[in-house]
Structures are given as structure tokens and as C-alpha cells.
């Protein structure tokens, strides 16, 4: 399922793709209400960053609280729209956000670490996923960038490396959002 603005006409365009709990908000699992949405440190200023230095940012996320009952896709986009809100507040703006909502044993094709949420928002928007990065705080979310063909991101705070990491190839790891995109900036 995708909430985006309608694609502009260019080619070759960059991206930064970005997971949404644990990366842009405060993880609560299954984040239902807007009250309980609480964006992380660094993040407006992050998002901000990208836009500033020409990336689009997507978010990608995975949504099983839906297919669990635990909310809808009304009250998703009620959140979504509080976020976006939230980050204009703060001169920063997400382009598009597409996320799967189904639960993890329906074995669709949309859910994180497959990247078909990826390459549709490459595809809407004309991006080029080699000039691209996928972010997050997950293994699945570094997997689905790699699986796209985008340098990946990891977030991780730990200070003693995750059994999860052991396979796991990220291009870097970072402490949070902010961090990553300097990193990224610097990397132009």
C-alpha cells in the first residue's frame, strides 16, 4: 500500500529510504495513536538534511498491527499525516510513504526484507537505487536495501553487537537517523 505525492518527471533521481518505528519514531510496538507517536532525536533535523541536499525520503515500513486488529488503515494514516505535520513543523517533509500491511504469515511480497515496497517507490518516483540508501534499525531493513540494490544503514545504539549482525552486511552503522545522514551527505 503506498500514501505518496504524485511523481515528478526526471530520471536518476536519489533517495533515502527510511524505516518508520525505531528509525523515525520511538518503537512502542504497534503504534496505534497519534499520542504514542513520539519522533526521535535528530530526526526533523536528519530528514531536513536530506531534503536539503536533493534526496527524496520514502518511508517504508512494515504495519502488521493492521492485519492483527490492533488498528486501521484509517487510523495509520491519521498517524501518518500527524508525522508529516509534525516534520513541517520543523521545515522537513517526507515524499511518499508505502507500507505492507499484512502480517508476517500471509508470505506476501511487500513485506520488509523483500524489497517490492522499494522498487515500487523507485519506479513511481524514477529513482536510481544504486545512488539510493535504505535505513533502519532492523536486520530486515538492511536486508530489504541490499535485496533493492541500495547501500544500507543500520541503527544500533548497542554498544555490544547483536548475534542479528553476524551475516548482516550494512555499509555503515550509525547511533541514529541525524548521524546517518551526515554520513550519507558525506558520502556525495
Known amino acids: 500500500m503506498a500514501q505518496k505525492k504524485s511523481a515528478t518527471a526526471g530520471t536518476n533521481k536519489r533517495a533515502v529510504f527510511l524505516d518508520r518505528d525505531g528509525t523515525i519514531n520511538k518503537d512502542v510496538n504497534y503504534c496505534s495513536s497519534i499520542e504514542n507517536f513520539v ?5 526533523p ?57 499484512h502480517h508476517p504469515d500471509e508470505n506476501c511480497d511487500c513485506r520488509k526484507p523483500l524489497p517490492k515496497l522499494i522498487l515500487q517507490a523507485a519506479a ?28 544500507s544503514i543500520l541503527l544500533n545504539n548497542s554498544p555490544t553487537p547483536s548475534p542479528l549482525l553476524k551475516d548482516l552486511k550494512p555499509d555503515y552503522i550509525s547511533s541514529g537517523l541525524l548521524d546517518a545522514a551526515k554520513w550519507i551527505i558525506s558520502k556525495r
Do not use: W
Open 45 to 101: 533535523e536528519a530528514i531536513r538534511l536530506l531534503n536539503q541536499n536533493g534526496f527524496l525520503v520514502i518511508v517504508i515500513t512494515n504495519q502488521s498491527g493492521i492485519a492483527r486488529g490492533y488498528f486501521s488503515e484509517v487510523k495509520l494514516s491519521q498517524i501518518h499525516t500527524h508525522m508529516k505535520n509534525r516534520l513541517v513543523k520543523d521545515n522537513a517533509h517526507i515524499d511518499a510513504i508505502y507500507y505492507c500491511p
Open 39 to 43: 519522533i526521535l532525536p535528530g530526526v
Open 124 to 151: 513511481d518516483y524514477k529513482i536510481d537505487l544504486t545512488k539510493s540508501f535504505m535505513i533502519g534499525d532492523d536486520p530486515k531493513d538492511v536486508r530489504a536495501g541490499n535485496n533493492a540494490g541500495c547501500k
